[in-house]
């Protein structure tokens, strides 16, 4: 696991050109109630906000084809900021893969005047950047009640979405192709048009529990070769 120190995470507010940046001091460990992702209250806009990000990669970055990643994921209900947890390109240079799970507080479980209830998934075209499939999907349950699981499960021909254990319909127009992190962040930009409402005037925490990965490697055409469920890394 690597915390983001200092790096942009999330996209530039297209009000002001507000950016967040990764803060390890937003980063918190709670014994027996794993990470928290926090984005400080209080907060102005007009240059750079902080927020929270950690990712996951593996040897080579993960040097695969496909993966399932599963998180353990409490949602404030807090406005203001995005939660998400996302697979996202290694080669920033020469490919734009990214698959994400985001969620908006304002419309997890209403509607709002931005966006239909629910969760925002999007597949990202990994040989266009700008280009990209994307829908909303209503949560079953309160997601700020307790834990849940969220997942990615990336195949060499299609991902599927997840939300405690049950496939929610998925993006299908792509699909990543090239080797990927594994990232959880946490920010806000105060761009309202994105975010549904201003900059948080008190904490705003989004809590990890646990993230469990299957992964092949690259030189694999299988991601089940040689390996079984209980062999499988808790990180």
């Given at each position: 696991?690597?915390i ?11 009000v ?13 460990f ?9 984005v400080?209250?209080?907060q ?6 902080t ?21 353990e994921?409490?949602?404030?209900a ?37 966006a ?10 990994p ?11 209503p ?13 990615i ?5 299609s ?8 496939p ?67 990180i």
């Amino acid at each position: 696991m690597t915390i983001v120190d200092g790096w942009q995470i999330g996209s530039e507010s297209e009000v002001d050109g507000t950016t967040a940046q990764g803060s390890p001091s937003n980063i918190r460990f709670a014994p027996g109630d794993g990470i928290q992702l926090v984005v400080p209250g209080g907060q102005s806009t007009g240059g750079e906000t902080t927020g929270a990000e950690i990712y996951f990669s593996g040897d080579d970055d993960f040097g695969m084809t496909s993966f399932v990643a599963e998180a353990e994921l409490m949602m404030s209900a807090s406005p203001g900021t995005c939660q998400s947890m996302f697979t996202f390109t290694a080669d920033f240079d020469t490919s734009s893969d990214e698959q994400d799970i985001e969620v908006i507080a304002p419309s997890m479980m209403k509607d709002t005047a931005i966006a239909k209830a629910g969760v925002q998934l999007t597949n990202h075209n990994p040989e266009e950047s700008g280009e990209n499939d994307f829908m909303i999907q209503p949560f079953p349950r309160d997601p700020t009640i307790g834990y849940h699981t969220y997942c990615i499960a990336w195949l060499d021909d299609s991902v599927t979405y997840g939300f405690d254990g049950v496939p929610w319909k998925s993006p299908t127009k792509y699909v990543s192709i090239n080797p990927s992190f594994i990232i959880l962040n946490h920010w806000a930009t105060g761009d309202e048009a994105f975010f549904q409402a201003p900059m948080p005037a008190e904490d705003v925490i989004m809590k990890a529990k646990s993230l469990r990965v299957w992964y092949k490697a690259a030189a694999s055409s299988d991601p089940s070769d040689g390996c079984t469920e209980a062999d499988a890394c808790v990180i």
